[in-house]
Structures are given as structure tokens and as C-alpha cells.
């Protein structure tokens, strides 16, 4: 071994590879000590929320929400069902309501509770709000419970409709069906009566 090499190997041994394990451990520490982090896809306006920053019933709220609003948003902006939501759908004022309650609505109420919850975290969920008799936390949650029940009404209203569009369609092709069928079985017993009284006539006229 040369002595270039020798030194490269030293290099590697003590330089470059002690480096490496120290930020290794610096990254790994700083994963396992950072905050736990809130991500809401159907919200993404609201980015990542630290775990801590929000009590349990808030972010129980916001869950539901999410996954309401998901469901939401394919049942009134994917309006020719092709799957996706594109140009080619209708924009109706449905969809405009629950797109500005989740990206924008929404958002501002958490962000304007995290205000108040960094200014003072106690202080939000206990002190009631001047002229009001509610605290920050329940004024959020009097928001969120607010949306939560008029996401409930849309979901129950379309499957309502969705509902009664089968009824109609089998009640449109027991019709189409039937009909024929009915018709079919009248002209069956119309002839038989015809061919009785053929029988009959001819009966007579051989007496």
C-alpha cells in the first residue's frame, strides 16, 4: 500500500465516515423528537397542524370533515361520472359551497384558533370570549359541528336521490317489460275465444 493510499483510507476511516454517522444521528434524533404532525388531504389549505396545537375534539371534528368532504366533493363536482373532475363537469353552486368551506372557511377558523392557542393555550379553552359565552376552543368547535351537520345533509340528500333515480329506472323498465307481455297474453285469449266461436258456428251449420 502507498502512502497516497494509506492516507485515503484514513480519509474514509476518520473523516468522512464519522461525519456521516453524526448526521445520521442528528437526523434521526431530530425525526424522532419532532412534533407529530395533522395533514388533511381533502384540506390541504390547512397544511401540517402539530398534534399538540389542537384538542381531541377539534381534531376528531376535523377527521370526519375530511373524509365527509372527500366523499363531497366527487358526488357534486364529478357530474358526468367519468371519475375525475375536470372542465367537462358542471360547475354547480353545491360544489362552490363545499370548496369554500374546505379551503377556505375551515382553515381560517383553525387559524385563527391556533392564534389565540400559541397567544395563550390555557386561556383559549377556558376564558370565555368578550361579548359571547363561549371560549376560542368551543367557538372552533361550534364551527366545525356547524359544517359536520350540513355535510350530513348533503350526503343524506344524495343518496336520497340517487335513491329514488333507481326507483324510477325500475319502475321504467317494469313497464317497458311488462307491457309487451301483458298485450301478448290479451291477444292469446282473444284468439282462443275467436277459435271457440269459429268451432261453434261450424257445429251449428253441419246440424
Same mark, same amino acid.
Given at each position: #500500500?502507498? %502512502?497516497?493510499?494509506? #492516507?485515503?483510507?484514513?480519509?474514509?476511516?476518520?473523516?468522512?465516515?464519522?461525519?456521516?454517522?453524526?448526521? =445520521?444521528?442528528?437526523?434521526?434524533?431530530?425525526?424522532?423528537?419532532?412534533?407529530?404532525?395533522?395533514?388533511?388531504?381533502? #384540506?390541504?389549505?390547512?397544511?401540517?397542524? /402539530? +398534534?399538540?396545537? =389542537? /384538542?381531541?375534539?377539534?381534531?376528531?371534528?376535523?377527521?370526519?370533515? @375530511? &373524509?365527509?368532504? +372527500?366523499?363531497?366533493?366527487?358526488?357534486?363536482?364529478?357530474?358526468? @361520472?367519468?371519475?375525475?373532475?375536470?372542465?367537462?363537469?358542471?360547475?354547480? +353552486?353545491?360544489?362552490? #359551497?363545499? &370548496?369554500?368551506l374546505m379551503d377556505k372557511h375551515i382553515p381560517q377558523a383553525v387559524a385563527d384558533y391556533r392564534r389565540l392557542h400559541?397567544?395563550?393555550?390555557?386561556?383559549?379553552?377556558? $376564558?370565555?370570549?368578550?361579548?359571547?359565552?363561549?371560549?376560542?376552543?368551543?367557538?372552533?368547535? +361550534?364551527?366545525? @359541528?356547524?359544517?359536520?351537520?350540513?355535510?350530513?345533509?348533503?350526503?343524506?340528500?344524495?343518496?336520497? %336521490?340517487?335513491?329514488?333515480?333507481?326507483?324510477? $329506472? @325500475?319502475?321504467?323498465?317494469? &313497464?317497458?317489460?311488462?307491457? /309487451?307481455?301483458?298485450?301478448?297474453n290479451t291477444a292469446r285469449a282473444s284468439d282462443i275465444v275467436i277459435n271457440e266461436q269459429a268451432l261453434s258456428d261450424?257445429?251449428?251449420?253441419?246440424?
Amino acid at each position: #500500500m502507498t %502512502q497516497v493510499t494509506a #492516507m485515503f483510507v484514513m480519509f474514509i476511516l476518520y473523516g468522512v465516515l464519522p461525519a456521516a454517522g453524526l448526521y =445520521l444521528g442528528y437526523r434521526g434524533i431530530k425525526k424522532v423528537t419532532a412534533p407529530k404532525m395533522l395533514e388533511y388531504k381533502a #384540506m390541504p389549505q390547512l397544511g401540517y397542524i /402539530p +398534534e399538540k396545537s =389542537l /384538542p381531541t375534539e377539534v381534531k376528531t371534528l376535523l377527521d370526519k370533515i @375530511n &373524509q365527509k368532504g +372527500e366523499k363531497l366533493r366527487v358526488i357534486y363536482g364529478d357530474t358526468n @361520472n367519468d371519475g375525475k373532475i375536470d372542465d367537462t363537469d358542471t360547475v354547480t +353552486e353545491t360544489y362552490i #359551497m363545499i &370548496q369554500n368551506l374546505m379551503d377556505k372557511h375551515i382553515p381560517q377558523a383553525v387559524a385563527d384558533y391556533r392564534r389565540l392557542h400559541d397567544l395563550d393555550g390555557q386561556r383559549a379553552d377556558t $376564558t370565555k370570549i368578550k361579548h359571547s359565552g363561549v371560549t376560542g376552543k368551543e367557538a372552533l368547535l +361550534e364551527v366545525l @359541528n356547524t359544517v359536520d351537520r350540513q355535510f350530513d345533509d348533503l350526503l343524506d340528500a344524495s343518496y336520497h %336521490q340517487d335513491g329514488q333515480k333507481l326507483l324510477v $329506472t @325500475n319502475r321504467y323498465l317494469q &313497464q317497458r317489460f311488462d307491457a /309487451p307481455t301483458t298485450g301478448s297474453n290479451t291477444a292469446r285469449a282473444s284468439d282462443i275465444v275467436i277459435n271457440e266461436q269459429a268451432l261453434s258456428d261450424k257445429n251449428e251449420s253441419q246440424v
